[in-house]
């Protein structure tokens, strides 16, 4: 494999001296950028672009042509596994993801098959080896999967919802069923990350994007101890060095210690959390990862540079931080602004990581 030119990236997720705060954006490809919609245009929809490893690959690249992020991460979606499953995944425009079948009983989930991930998702591995072909070594590359119980809740729901009555009354009165739900999940998981890894990605990244809707406990029974299953079985070490796992539970910031004990080897954080605090709590264990407020990439870029300027000194000097959004960017953002806030993050660290690399 090629030498890594820019490992920074990685360097800060084990601890290891930077010469800069590391910046990548979660959706960094996505429809802010004019390029993208070209593209989503040329492949007809959203599935097809995913589906397409040339075309995942193109739209990877896009924002690194644009800017100097530490690292690329993956075209797919989240809910490649449940469309995998036979679930039926369809976007409509102007709408977030649906499912043409949702899973209501112990039966639904017996039924779904057990993943053969070369065949059900070969698309997405092809994707990977060509985007790190593409990337020629320039910065590293994230692979990435939802976690269980952000996929059940889509399967169970049958699309994204408010209050999640159909996922919760299905956890409460039929906790067994969903516990088998979360364990073919969580082995589906496990077996396309690691097949992410073999080809090619050098990080990975377990989005629990609907975790904080649940009390302290069921979080724990029902996401959390999912998520541990993962990364004991996932591969920590591939092309000579170690792989890195992200876990970021959106609105998961009363739970730090008990993600920091998961043995992933970062924690990410939403906006809501304030990044001193986190890094008190749980900071010597893991690193972490955030969390800048999308929305403030609206404000001038007078405003981007003194938030990100605010989030560096609470998080304070020293490596163990990648600097990200709280959640993914939004929509209709300037990508001007995004040169802004990435610059901003590479120039204003520096001081904080002197004597270190």
């Known amino acids: 494999m090629t030498t890594l030119k820019n490992d920074r990236f990685l360097r800060a997720l084990t601890g290891q001296p930077v010469d800069m705060t590391p910046v990548w954006m979660m959706r960094q490809a996505g429809r802010y950028l004019p390029e993208y919609r070209a593209t989503r245009k040329q492949a007809g929809d959203f599935m097809s672009l995913c589906k397409s490893p040339e075309l995942a690959c193109e739209v990877t690249l896009q924002p690194l042509r644009r ?89 169970i729901e049958g699309s994204g919802s408010k209050d999640f009555r159909h996922a919760k009354a299905f956890m409460f009165n039929q906790p067994q069923a969903m516990h088998l739900l979360l364990d073919k999940l969580a082995r589906a998981v496990t077996n396309y990350l690691n097949a992410q890894i073999a080809a090619g990605a050098q990080a990975v990244q377990i989005f629990d994007t609907w975790g904080g809707v ?33 876990l970021f539970t959106k609105n998961g910031g009363l739970w730090l210690e008990d993600i920091a004990a998961s043995a992933c080897d970062c924690v990410g954080l939403d906006w809501t959390v304030d990044i001193g605090a986190a890094r ?78």
Not at 110 to 116: A, F, K, S, V, Y
Not at 287 to 314: C, F, H, K, T
Not at 324 to 344: K, M, Q, R, W, Y
């Open 67 to 155: 800017y100097a992020m530490d690292a690329a991460i993956l075209f797919s979606d989240i809910l490649t596994i449940p469309d995998a499953m036979g679930q039926g995944l369809y976007f409509s425009e102007g709408e977030g993801p649906r499912f043409r079948k949702v899973v209501r009983s112990e039966q639904d989930v017996e039924q779904l098959p057990e993943l053969d991930t070369p065949r059900d998702l070969g698309y997405v591995l092809d994707a990977v080896s060509t985007i790190r072909r593409e990337l020629n070594g320039s910065v590293p590359l994230i692979g990435f999967s939802g976690s269980p119980w952000t996929l059940a809740t889509y399967m």
């Open 214 to 246: 649940l009390s302290t406990h069921a979080y724990r029974e029902f996401s959390l101890a999912y998520m541990k299953k993962i990364v004991a079985g996932l591969t920590r070490e591939s092309e000579g060095r170690h792989v890195p796992v992200i």
């Open 280 to 357: 008190a709590r749980i900071g010597e264990q893991v690193s972490l990862q955030g969390n800048m407020d999308p929305s403030i990439l609206y404000a001038s870029p007078a405003s981007i540079r003194e938030e990100v300027g605010r989030i560096l000194r609470d998080f304070g000097p020293g490596s163990g931080h990648v600097f990200n959004l709280g959640h993914g960017i939004t929509p209709d953002v300037d990508p001007d602004n995004v040169a802004v806030f990435v610059e901003s993050v590479h120039e204003l660290s520096r001081q904080y990581h002197q004597g270190q690399a």
